[in-house]
């Protein structure tokens, strides 16, 4: 079964959680980051972002996110969000996923249906050589997981609470373990 058909068997459709968010497939990601729940609540189906061919629309995603928070005046991207763009502007490829799924602050509710999705992630993304989770909740769900020898592990504080210095300390070691 493909990751695709996987997505397909594990994943509601509509699906108004936030299984994982990635810029076009999965499988090109070389680092998953682990939080403990997608803080901003879209109430979009996630499947609007999602293409068979082409994976994930994170342009699409990053724009209907900036105007959420917009609407609700809010800063058009959180601190956890500048973040991980700083991960991604290092030219890593991120896939970034959440110990709990459901859209809320202080969220910790799951769908059943899709728990086992990080495994499964973990498993089968070819290029993965890092797992970062961030907060207490995170740390605790990526020390339940089965984590490959070759996959370096970080655990640090919560993004919000991280600096952009060790944000960028951690890319640069994850780079140089890359080909």
């Known amino acids: 079964m493909t990751l695709t058909e996987y997505f397909h068997s594990v994943i509601p459709n509509p699906c108004i959680l936030r299984p994982f968010v990635c810029d076009g497939r999965p499988e090109f990601c070389d680092v998953i980051v682990i939080g403990e ?3 901003t609540e879209m109430n979009t189906d996630w499947w609007s972002f ?7 629309d994170l342009h699409k995603f990053e724009c209907t996110y900036e105007a959420t928070r917009l609407a609700r005046g809010k800063r058009g991207v959180s601190n956890t969000r500048l973040r991980l763009n700083r991960l991604r502007s ?13 859209e809320r602050m202080n969220g910790h509710d799951v769908d059943s249906s899709i728990q086992g999705l990080l495994p ?7 290029r993965l050589k890092a797992v970062v989770a961030h907060g207490q909740v995170a740390d605790k769900a990526l020390n339940s997981l089965r984590i ?9 504080r919560h993004f919000r609470s ?18």
Do not use: M
């Open 37 to 39: 729940n997608p803080a």
């Open 50 to 56: 999602w293409n068979d061919d082409t994976g994930f």
């Open 90 to 102: 290092k030219g890593l490829q991120c896939l970034e996923t959440n110990a709990s799924l459901k």
């Open 120 to 126: 499964e992630l973990i498993a089968n993304l070819p």
């Open 148 to 156: 490959p020898a070759s996959v370096s592990q970080y655990h640090l």
């Open 162 to 179: 991280e600096s952009y210095q060790r944000i960028d300390e951690v890319a640069d070691q994850i780079i140089h373990r890359l080909p």
